[in-house]
C-alpha cells in the first residue's frame, strides 16, 4: 500500500486508539518524537516522510493527541534550517549510500577513500552509529563486516574518541533501538566487546563511555554486559566468533602467516609472490604489521631486500601511506626493546626512515 493511501487509515487508527485509552497522552507525545528525531533517516527511503509528517501533526494537536507547544518553528520570520543541519542530512545520506556499498563488495579501502573525500571527520562517531544501526538490522555476514571495519578505520582514519562517541550516541538510542530490533541490547554489547578484544576501545574506555550515560539506562546496562562478555573466560576466541558464520579476527593467525611471507620472501622468493600473499589475506587495516615485521627483519638479517617489497607494496597501492606510517610508529615505539638484540637498531631506523621519506611512503606528521 502507497503511504499516501495508507494516510488516512493511519489517522483512523491513531484517533480511534486515542479515544478509546489505547494510546496514553505521554506514549503519543513518545511516539511522535521519536518519529520527528529520525525524519532525516526515513527521508532517504520515503522521500514525502516531512511533508506527510507535517500534515499529521496539526491534526494531532486539534484532536489533543499533542499539545500546541510541541510544534517547534524553524527558525524567527520563517527563515530557513541552519546550514549544519543540511550539512548533516546531506552527509547521513552519502553515507548510508557507502555503508551499503561496502556491504555488498566487502571494499575497505574504497570505503575510506569515500569517507576521505567526503571531508566530514567531525561526523565520525554519526558514521560509525549509521553502520552499527545498519549491520544489525542485517545478518551476521553485515555484523562480522562492520566489526571488521571498526578496526580498519580506527588504524586509517578514527580516532579513540570517535569511537566512544559514536558508541554513546548509540547507546544514547538503545531503548528505541530496541523497539524495532529483536536483542539489540545483546548485540550491542557485543558489539563493544569486539570493539575491546579487537582494540578499537581499551577496557577503561567502556567505564568513560558508561560514564556519558544516564545511570541506569538501557545503554549502561548494555555496557555491564559487554564488560561481562569480556571478563568471561576464553572471551577472546568466543567474541571474535560471536556472529556465528562470520569468519572473525584471528589476530595471531595472521601474525604468523605474516612472519612466514616474509621469511619466504626474504630467503629468496619473488616480490609479486610476497604481494600475492598479502592481498589474500584479506586484511588491509592490518598491513601495518607487515611493515613492523619487514624492517625488525631487515634489521636481523642485515638485509635491506624488505625494502624493494615495501616499495613495491606501496607502488601498487596494496599498502597506505596510513598504514607505512603505522607501520613505523609501532618500530619508533619499541626501538629500546628492539636495541636488547640488535645493537645498531637506532642506526637501521634512522636509514629506514630516511629512505621511506624520500619515496613518499610517510605522513607528514610522522615523527
Known sequence: MEISTAEPLIRKLLKEAADEGLISSSQMVKGFTRLAESLDDLALDIPSAKTLFQTLVPQAISEGW?????????????EKPDKNDEKLFRYK?????????YFLSDDIPELIRSLEDLGAPAYNPIFLK?????????????KEMASVLLSALHIEIFST?????????????????????????????????RAVIDDVLAPLNLEEIASKLPPNCSGSETVHVAQSLIAARHAGERILRCWGGGTGWAVEDAKDKIQKLLEEYESGGVVSEACQCIRDL???FFNHE????????????????????????????????????????????GLEDLALDIPNASDKFEFYVNHARERGWLLLVFG
Open 66 to 78: 499533542l499539545d500546541a507547544s510541541f510544534v517547534k518553528p524553524l527558525g524567527e520570520n520563517g
Open 93 to 101: 545520506e552519502e553515507v548510508v549510500t557507502v555503508i551499503h556499498e
Open 130 to 142: 549509521k553502520l552499527i544501526s545498519l549491520a544489525m538490522d542485517r545478518k551476521n555476514r553485515e
Open 161 to 193: 574518541e570517535d569511537m566512544v562517541n559514536g558508541f554513546v550516541m548509540l547507546l544514547e538510542s538503545a531503548e528505541d533501538t530496541a523497539l524495532d530490533i529483536l536483542d539489540a541490547s545483546n548485540e550491542l554489547a557485543f558489539f563493544l566487546a
Open 282 to 284: 584479506g586484511m588491509p
Open 290 to 333: 607487515v611493515v613492523k615485521k619487514a624492517l625488525v627483519m631487515a634489521m636481523e638479517k642485515k638485509n635491506d631486500r624488505m625494502l624493494d617489497l615495501l616499495q613495491e607494496c606501496f607502488g601498487e597501492g596494496l599498502i597506505t601511506i596510513n598504514q607505512m606510517t603505522k607501520g613505523f610508529n609501532r618500530i619508533k615505539d
